[in-house]
Antibody, heavy 120, light 110 residues
Framework: QLQLQESGSSQVKPSETLSLTCTVS??????????WAWIRQPPGKGLEWIGTIYYSGTIDYNASLKSRVTMSVDTSKDQFSLKLTSVTAADTAVYYCARLIGLSLSFDCWGQGTLVTVSS | QSVLTQPPSVSAAPGQKVTISCSGS????????VSWYQQVPGTAPKLLIY???KRPSGVPDRFSGSKSGTSATLGITGLQTGDEADYYC???????????FGGGTKLTVL
């Protein structure tokens, strides 16, 4: 059974860089037709898509975050990563990684999420 | 504010039926399929409905989805206390070139 697990910094100082990694187990990150996404949720608020990456390296970013976001994939480790630069308190959120099924256009598997707090 | 509009909250008694609407436009719902997600507080979202009206394995047939024009609807029958959660619609917006979620609807089973 596919599982996703987020890991990385839980506290980041303002203006610094947030770094997270998602490890995929029970399946391959190189599966054709499967895309890998980061989605975040500020406390008490709704869901916001950050970006999606394919194993080949093809990437889509949310335009509202594009200038600060970098996603990458490591197929040898079945991992994909997120870096968000110049963070502010507004970037405080639970960050989820998820799998997007290209055929059905749905996020069918999610990690448990990790809370990242931006604070000095 | 999301480009997909959902009511902030809905409520109904156990055993009753409830519907949750998701209103969009010709650049999102009017163009492509909608999926729905259930989020119990403190947990990750879970896929409930995909391709407008299909249920993943394991999702009870009490949950249904439909789409008409630029709106989509999630229906839940035979409400149970365990259905209390936040529900989100989601689709692709061709103008924004982005996956967009509705603002979420909190379901209370009275």
């Amino acid at each position: 059974q596919l599982q996703l697990q987020e890991s990385g910094s839980s506290q980041v100082k303002p203006s610094e860089t947030l770094s997270l990694t998602c490890t995929v187990s029970g399946g391959s990150i190189s599966s054709r037709g499967h895309y890998w996404a980061w989605i975040r949720q500020p406390p008490g608020k709704g869901l916001e898509w950050i970006g999606t990456i394919y194993y080949s390296g093809t990437i889509d970013y949310n335009a509202s975050l594009k200038s600060r976001v970098t996603m990458s994939v490591d197929t040898s480790k079945d991992q994909f990563s997120l870096k968000l630069t110049s963070v502010t308190a507004a970037d405080t959120a639970v960050y989820y990684c998820a799998r997007l099924i290209g055929l059905s256009l749905s996020f069918d598997c999610w990690g448990q999420g990790t809370l990242v707090t931006v604070s000095s | 504010q999301s480009v997909l509009t959902q009511p902030p909250s809905v409520s109904a008694a156990p055993g009753q039926k409830v519907t949750i609407s998701c209103s969009g436009s010709s650049s999102n719902i009017g163009k492509t399929v909608v999926s729905w997600y259930q989020q119990v507080p403190g947990t990750a979202p879970k896929l409930l409905i995909y391709e407008n009206n299909k249920r993943p394995s394991g999702v009870p047939d009490r949950f249904s989805g439909s789409k008409s024009g630029t709106s989509a609807t999630l229906g839940i029958t035979g409400l149970q206390t365990g259905d209390e959660a936040d529900y989100y619609c989601k689709t692709w917006d061709t103008s924004l070139s982005a996956w967009v979620f509705g603002g979420g609807t909190k379901l209370t089973v009275l």
